[in-house]
């Protein structure tokens, strides 16, 4: 079972599963000509698509278009259920920065024939994550930068103000929907600036100002 890390007391989390969030900025909806949606859409990818810097990260040989897609992601502490919104940000034991890696060929596939998105965002090595910090380190959640860079470009820049769906909401949603658990990670969306990775690319993703990662495509 693949683990997350809460710094910098190096508490280990094993991560039981990975709850990732879509179309929760707008720019990335409009450059993905999506529809926006009227609750938080949501999918999984399993603990084995955990990569901690500096990798490697090995892509899919069934996919020739891998995009990046940089997110703040949330590391839950206690167990959820129903949880209100008032007291969602409770459960949450420490806040990280990841990349959610997207076949986005065979996603562009399954969306046509209205089919699941699992190979196209669950494969190995898709959820390339940073150790995590308490929100004792932060500012205000809901003013957070984040921003990916691949070989010294800079490919995306965002900021948590421009999210539809705040933390709270997020995590009150998906608890409805399922129980949250000690060590679930919540990838939170993406900013606009998605494209793809190639093997031998260097990636570097930051949150701000506190926390940088990076990694190595194979």
Known sequence: MKTAILAPVDKEFIVPKIICVGRNYVK??????????????????PSVAIVHPPGPIQLPNYSQDIHHEVEVVLLIGDTAKNIAERDALSVLAGVGVGIDLTAR???????????????????????????????????????????????????????????IYGFPEIISYISTVMTLEEGDLIFTGTPDGVAPVHSGDLIRIGLDNQIEAEFIVE
């Open 28 to 45: 990335h909806i409009q450059e993905m000509k999506a529809e926006a949606t009227t609750r938080p859409l949501i999918f999984l990818k």
């Open 105 to 163: 060929d065979v996603q562009a596939q399954a969306k046509k024939g209205g089919s699941p998105w699992t190979a196209a965002k669950a494969f190995d090595d898709s959820a390339p994550i940073s150790h995590f910090l308490s929100t004792l380190h932060f500012g205000r959640l809901d003013r957070m930068e984040l921003w990916l860079e691949v070989n010294g470009e800079i490919r995306q820049r965002g900021n948590t103000k421009d999210m």
